[in-house]
């Protein structure tokens, strides 16, 4: 298994391909994306791995405004790993039994840490948020959050004065708790609107990169449940 992009390479609506991928991308025999248009490249990938075989990991979940950050939803994560078993079973069916069993207990894990997030999320005081980027809707979706502005309007490129001085006032307008930025990209914007209106400023790791350890996404979205207990009290 090899991941294609580097662990710090945020979120791949940003993404270009490197030579060295193109070189990856030739040996690969099956390629997993999240699909749902988050790979922009992948037309070009595609053209790069003439015999690779393709899962789509979000297919058959409905999207939120053709938003394609699915698996920021623990939920919607779940549907991930099973889609992503069913295509190696399918590609690879020595191996089956070994990919439904290890789908199965993952999938477990993350349903008792999406269990525990809705308890402890569901009397929060305050649930108004606003985010760096557009990564947070299914994942607000699914703790009752309410996503109110983002702060980068276009993925990657840092809001100008105007933006800036909009989403300020709308954090005063609506009273936002707290403003939210994303270990992936820089902060000073989010910074520069807390400092200016007043609100709280905490992090939240819409888990698009980070270390290639099989606990990762367990461990990054329980930092968030900490983050917003921490901030939206
Ligand atoms: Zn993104």
Redesign the pocket.
């Known amino acids: 298994m090899v991941n294609l992009t580097r662990p710090a390479a945020g979120?791949l609506?940003d993404y270009q391909l490197t030579p060295a991928d193109l070189v990856t991308l030739q040996s690969a025999d099956i390629l997993v994306v999240n699909g749902a248009g988050l790979e922009a490249f992948l037309d070009k990938a595609l053209r790069q791995a003439p015999r690779a075989r393709v899962i789509q990991a979000s297919a058959g979940i409905p999207l939120l405004n053709g938003n394609p950050?699915v698996w920021v939803s623990p939920t919607l994560v779940i549907r991930q790993v099973e889609n992503i078993a069913a295509g190696l079973a399918r590609y690879d069916p020595a191996r089956a039994g070994l990919y439904r069993a290890q789908a199965a207990r993952y999938t477990a894990q993350v349903q008792a840490l999406r269990d525990r997030m809705r308890r402890a999320l569901q009397n929060l005081p305050a649930r108004d948020i606003i985010t760096l980027?557009?990564?947070f809707p299914y994942f607000a979706q699914e703790f009752g959050l309410r996503v109110v502005a983002v702060i980068e309007r276009e993925?990657g490129s840092a809001p100008d004065a105007r933006a800036l001085a909009e989403t300020i006032d709308t954090v005063k307008r609506l009273q936002v708790p707290a403003v939210f930025v994303e270990p992936q990209y820089p902060a000073r914007a989010a910074e520069t609107i807390a400092r200016e209106s007043g609100a709280r400023l905490g992090a939240l790791d819409?888990v698009?990169s980070g270390p290639l350890t099989a606990d990762a996404y367990l461990r990054a979205m329980a930092k968030n449940l900490a983050e917003l207990q921490r901030v939206l009290k």
């Open positions: 979120c609506h950050h980027h557009e990564a993925p819409p698009v």
